[in-house]
T-cell receptor, first 114, second 115 residues
Framework: GAGVSQSPRYKVAKRGQDVALRCDPI?????LFWYQQALGQGPEFLTY????????KSGLPSDRFFAERPEGSVSTLKIQRTQQEDSAVYLC????????????FGNGTRLTVT | AQSVTQLDSQVPVFEEAPVELRCNYS??????LFWYVQYPNQGLQLLLK??????LVKGINGFEAEFNKSQTSFHLRKPSVHISDTAEYFC?????????????FGQGTRLTINP
């Protein structure tokens, strides 16, 4: 398909485990965002890439969270030593470079930490 | 800094009735405003956006919103809802950083349509 693809759709991790969440943006989209959506809440910004450069990581909640986009296309959000408060839906979005370009969201990865 | 307040966490309405979902924002700079819809277990889909120009914006699925600068509001309306409109609706304001939009979302309003 032509949309933003995220995998896995669901992930259950035991507390303390590391997880890696993948995002395949729309081909040609320069900008890539990660958002965290807790249950019953709106999405909250985590980090932003322009091509392979991570230009803003102000929303990452702790140093256990790490994101990369080494070749400027696929991105991975890694969470080390997961905690229960990390349980949320992690949404990826991509857009063209132009400032009026809309964000296209993936269906998200639902992470449950037990 | 930008922020968004959605005044109603849940809005139940009957099918074919009109609906208004309220959104107020705060920003120290010019803003772009958006409404997104989220169906269960799905990502967010853009309903409509205000960038500039006419304050009445029309979007998909028969929705529209009106930008009111003096009241710092961007309420979403639909004259007649359908069962398929049952979803979570998010208002968002954006700031342009490094050439791209960084969205700040409200808490969401759950719209439930009753037959």
């Amino acid at each position: 398909g032509a949309g933003v693809s995220q995998s896995p759709r669901y992930k259950v991790a035991k507390r303390g485990q590391d997880v890696a969440l993948r995002c395949d943006p729309i081909s040609g989209h320069v900008s890539l965002f990660w958002y965290q959506q807790a249950l019953g809440q709106g999405p909250e910004f985590l980090t932003y890439f322009q091509n392979e450069a991570q230009l803003d990581k102000s929303g990452l909640p702790s140093d256990r969270f790490f994101a990369e986009r080494p070749e400027g296309s696929v991105s991975t959000l890694k969470i080390q030593r997961t905690q229960q408060e990390d349980s949320a839906v992690y949404l990826c979005a991509s857009s063209l470079q132009q400032k009026n370009s809309p964000l296209h969201f993936g269906n998200g990865t639902r992470l449950t930490v037990t | 800094a930008q922020s968004v307040t959605q005044l109603d966490s849940q809005v139940p309405v009957f099918e074919e009735a009109p609906v208004e979902l309220r959104c107020n924002y705060s920003s120290s700079v010019s803003v772009y405003l958006f409404w997104y819809v989220q169906y269960p277990n799905q990502g967010l889909q853009l309903l409509l956006k205000y960038l500039s120009g006419s304050t009445l914006v029309k979007g998909i699925n028969g929705f529209e919103a009106e930008f009111n600068k003096s009241q710092t509001s961007f309420h979403l309306r639909k004259p007649s809802v359908h069962i398929s409109d049952t979803a979570e609706y998010f208002c968002a304001v954006s700031a342009v950083i490094q050439g791209a939009q960084k969205l700040v979302f409200g808490q969401g309003t759950r719209l439930t349509i009753n037959p």
